[in-house]
């Protein structure tokens, strides 16, 4: 199954500064986090493609510096500090992608079942669901599954 992934979460270009626009040392300045070649290697990966890239297209473009051990620390760390966040599609399909300032880390991302695509709706929150009272929800990932407005239209 091929999956193309199309990142729409983040402001508008222009006036708005982003992390797209920003250098991957001040990303991670503004993070918290120390800089490193992986981390940095990633983060200008993820500006260059504007989209969200699987472990093995991240690999790929990283080349001789890519180790598998330090990328799960990379990314678990880009993902603890707010720079990078993860879609899981499926068991076997995640998609590392960089966040904008001013995306909502939690939102709901829609999976096209015809095309594959997946994107980011930054604009549909992720809902607060009642739980019992001895459990406190901290997050939640949604995915929903359906056709997307481009395969809707060539089917008309």
Known sequence: MEIKVVFL????????EH?????ATDIL???????????IAVINILQAKQK???????KGEMGEIYDRITFYRTMQALCG???????????????????????????VHFF??????????????????RLPADYEQTG???????????CLKATR
């Open 52 to 58: 969200p890239l699987s472990e093995d297209a991240i």
């Open 19 to 23: 992390h797209r626009m920003k250098n």
């Open 140 to 150: 939640c990932e949604v995915l929903i599954k359906g056709v997307c407005p481009s």
């Open 29 to 39: 300045k503004e993070g918290g986090l120390k800089k490193s070649a992986q981390r």
């Open 81 to 107: 500090a707010g720079i990078v966040h993860k879609i899981i599609v499926d068991n076997t399909v995640v998609e590392y992608a960089l966040n904008a300032e001013g995306c909502p880390h939690e939102h």
């Open 9 to 16: 979460c983040g402001r508008k270009r222009g006036r708005n």
């Open 112 to 129: 096209c079942t015809v095309c594959h695509a997946v994107t980011c709706m930054r604009d549909v929150a992720v809902h607060r669901y």
